[in-house]
């Protein structure tokens, strides 16, 4: 299939964001990934591309708003934008023992980077009169989970933005929607913290999972004309 469009996936990994990667390839997409380390990117745009893909990559840290706004201006305006980082080196700070100072250490992936991607993007989208721009989030943002209070308080106000951005667009055409996960993802750094016994104090039973896949095709749902602002999945 000819790739006459294309899709940047911002925290692109083996999971979900490979999966979302072949899911917008199958429809006709080109692919940029960008993720913050070559050891973990470049396989991705290798199984690609030996796929048929015609596939790219950016280095950016995406907890540094400054990278991800200069790897956004990079980029143009693709048709389609996936905003779904990973998992770090850090563990969540429950929202009994976060202050203000540890808060704003866990904005810039949460929140800022995000929205200064999409300020640079977005415009151009609604001057070309189309264009979808996603973030894949938990499904903390609107089922308090206080063991996760230093991710899910800058997701929520994300949701928040993401909410009057696209009321802001949705007249040009252009999507602006929101992915929330309640199920761990099959393959991703969620589930290894989970077999590592993380959330084994706050966790009651076994946590469902979810494979990429399927959550590629809600994505896919998500960039469509009239699908709703925000879908649970």
Same mark, same amino acid.
């Given at each position: ?13 083996? *999971? ?6 072949? +899911? ?11 993720? +913050? ?80 991607? *999409? ?8 001057? +070309? ?6 973030? *894949? ?25 993401? +909410? ?70």
């Amino acid at each position: 299939m000819a790739q006459d469009k294309s899709i940047v996936v911002f925290g692109a990994g083996p *999971a979900l964001g490979l999966s979302t990667a072949r +899911r917008f390839a199958r429809e006709g997409h080109a692919v940029t990934l960008v993720g +913050r380390n070559a050891t973990t990117v470049d396989p991705l745009v290798a199984a690609l591309r030996a796929d048929g893909v015609t596939a790219d990559r950016l280095l950016a840290d995406l907890a540094d708003p400054a990278a991800a706004r200069a790897a956004a201006e990079q980029v143009g305006t693709p048709d389609v934008v996936v905003y779904a980082p990973g998992g770090t080196e850090r563990l969540p700070v429950a929202v009994s023992a976060l202050d203000a100072a540890t808060l704003a250490t866990w904005l810039p992936l949460n929140l800022l980077s995000p929205v200064d991607i *999409a300020h640079v993007i977005v415009p151009g989208m609604v001057a +070309r009169g189309s264009g979808a721009f996603l973030v *894949a989030q938990g499904v903390a943002v609107r089922e308090p989970m206080p063991e996760l209070g230093s991710v899910s308080v800058g997701q929520g106000a994300l949701l928040t933005y993401l +909410r009057a951005l696209a009321r802001d667009v949705e007249a040009s055409g252009v999507r602006v929607a929101s992915l929330q996960i309640g199920r761990l993802i099959r393959g991703s750094a969620a589930e290894a913290l989970v077999e590592q016994g993380y959330y084994d104090e706050v966790q009651s039973g076994p946590m469902p999972r979810v494979d990429p896949d399927e959550l590629a095709e809600r994505l896919w749902e998500l960039a469509q004309p009239a699908a709703p602002v925000e879908l649970v999945a």
